[in-house]
């Protein structure tokens, strides 16, 4: 057993020698006997473990399931007292932009339906010349 390693097994497993491993207890016990650094650093790891001892630990976290089972008793049990339930909620009316959007909406899909049924193949025996005659008339008459 070397100074560091019982320095480095009572800051692990504190001044109590129960906590001590088996294996190594019986050779920490031995070096602490002879060598008075060991004595010290006992006597300091003692003092930690009495302030930590000391220390309130905090209250237990409750059990999950018990929080969501207290939950729902308290949910189905009566309202007690002055406490009033609250009203069932309501749908909002609906406004006329509502009315517009929907509007707005079924109007674009009758355009988009038509659109999507006409045929495309269907001329109007117009063809590009006919159209060509039309615009050199109208500039003519200027």
């Known amino acids: 057993m070397t100074p560091v390693r019982f320095a480095e097994l009572v800051d692990a497993y504190g001044a109590d020698p129960r906590r001590w491993p088996e294996a190594e207890r019986e050779a920490a016990l031995a070096f602490l006997e002879r060598a008075p650094e060991a004595r010290t650093t006992l006597e300091a790891a003692r003092r930690l473990d009495a302030l930590i001892d000391a220390w309130p630990l905090p209250a237990a976290a409750p059990d999950p399931a018990h929080l969501t089972a207290r ?11 002055n406490v009033v339930p609250f009203a069932p909620r309501r749908k909002p009316p609906v406004t006329l932009m509502a009315w517009a959007r929907a509007g707005a909406l079924a ?6 339906l038509v ?3 006409s045929d495309p193949t269907v001329t109007n025996n117009v063809n590009g010349l006919d159209v060509y005659d039309v615009a050199q008339v109208e500039d003519a008459s200027w």
Do not use: L, S, T, V
């Not at 939950?71 to 007292?81: F, H, Y």
């Not at 109007?107 to 988009?112: H, K, L």
């Open 107 to 112: 109007a674009a899909g009758i355009c988009g």
């Open 71 to 81: 939950a729902a008793r308290a949910a189905q049990e009566a309202p007690a007292g």
């Open 115 to 117: 659109i999507g049924m």
